[in-house]
Nanobody, 117 residues
Framework: QVELSESGGGLVQPGGSLRLSCAALGSLFSLYVLGWYRQAPGKQRELVARITSGGSTNYADSVKGRFTISRDNANNLVYLQMNTLKPEDTAVYYC???????????WGQGTQVTVPS
């Protein structure tokens, strides 16, 4: 069982930066694939970035070169550094943990990121 809690969202002007954090309560955090998803009003939830237990990453094309996902297994944390933010990045951002071997999947409650146009 893993409980996820996001923080770090807020209002930022275009071109600005934010760092989202996700703290996990639970065991064997290092075994999970960790991801950040986002959902804008009226749109489906989409993958933003993902990092495996080994540190391999992948990103949505729309954020490549601007966002960086990282993890700290010792402290059960995953981060999303967001630079050069655009109005289209406005969404609720969710932290996700997936255990590949068992398909266990957990979600945080989400944190709002707003970039005004």
């Amino acid at each position: 069982q893993v409980e996820l809690s996001e923080s770090g969202g807020g209002l930022v002007q275009p071109g600005g930066s934010l760092r989202l954090s996700c703290a996990a309560l639970g065991s064997l955090f290092s075994l999970y694939v960790l991801g950040w998803y986002r959902q804008a009003p009226g749109k489906q939830r989409e993958l933003v970035a993902r990092i495996t237990s080994g540190g391999s990453t992948n990103y949505a094309d729309s954020v490549k070169g601007r966002f960086t996902i990282s993890r700290d297994n010792a402290n059960n944390l995953v981060y999303l550094q967001m630079n050069t933010l655009k109005p289209e990045d406005t969404a609720v951002y969710y932290c996700n943990a997936l255990k590949i071997t068992t398909n266990e999947e957990y979600w945080g409650q989400g944190t709002q990121v707003t970039v005004p146009s």
